[in-house]
């Protein structure tokens, strides 16, 4: 047994369904947390793809550059659907925090009004900062928007609250979900 955490090895894990407003508020902490997430795509083979990007949310709607002409960005013209995996930059269980989005990826073309919004969400003067360009120079290429249907929250800290560590958003319902869990 933990004598610094003894929640964690509680068993089984807690069930209660976290309310509503309290997971968005949770979810879009996460997403502020880092700007780095990881992109799952469906190859043309049917295998998938894993990407490290740059993001920026504007709620629930995540914002990236997709690089031209890379494997990643062909796979959403062939298929939209995507998964965005977003972590908590710390070690251990008793701080175990993230959330993966599934949805839809959609591309928008530059100097489209949906492409100028998304210019206002991603902050590209960091990113020119960081790679020697005009820090006012807006890129040029499309950027993608991801719109989740569903969400799913970790936090093994809401044990010690009672709350399961898994708590599951879904577009348009009211109530979360969770996951059942016990050892992993």
Known sequence: MSLAHPWLEQEPWPTEQMPLDMLMKRIERVLTLTNIGYLG????DGSPIVSPVE??????SLYFFPQPNSPKLRAMQRDPRVAMAIANPMAGWACVMGCQLFGDATLLDVDTPEWEHGMKVFKFVGSNFELGRDVAAKPRGQIARIDPN????TEHLMRKEGFAPRQIWRKGETETRVVPGGNI
């Open 41 to 44: 795509t469906v190859a043309k």
């Open 150 to 153: 569903r969400i799913v929250y």
């Open 55 to 60: 993001f920026y949310n504007e709620g629930l």
